[in-house]
């Protein structure tokens, strides 16, 4: 399913849809869009997911993120 490793992760760290939103400079709605696999990615906001939760000695990639789809 699309999104769910970076939805898992989110729910471990406690991170809401709009805190996301906010870090990534995007409306909640798209937010939420974009990670039910409604609308596409942009590679910049996965990247930008990445390093968000890489800060906590976190060592994630966008393909265990987000998939071969962005």
């Given amino acids: 399913m699309v999104g769910s490793n970076l939805k898992a992760e ?6 809401t849809v709009r805190e996301m939103a906010r870090m990534l400079g995007i409306t909640p709605n798209t937010f939420s869009t974009k990670i039910n696999g409604k609308r596409p990615w942009l590679l910049e906001e996965a990247m930008c997911i990445v390093d968000i939760l890489n800060k906590d000695n976190g060592n994630f990639t966008v393909e265990e993120l987000f998939g071969p789809q962005v």
């Fill in 10 to 15: 989110m729910a471990r760290r406690g991170l």
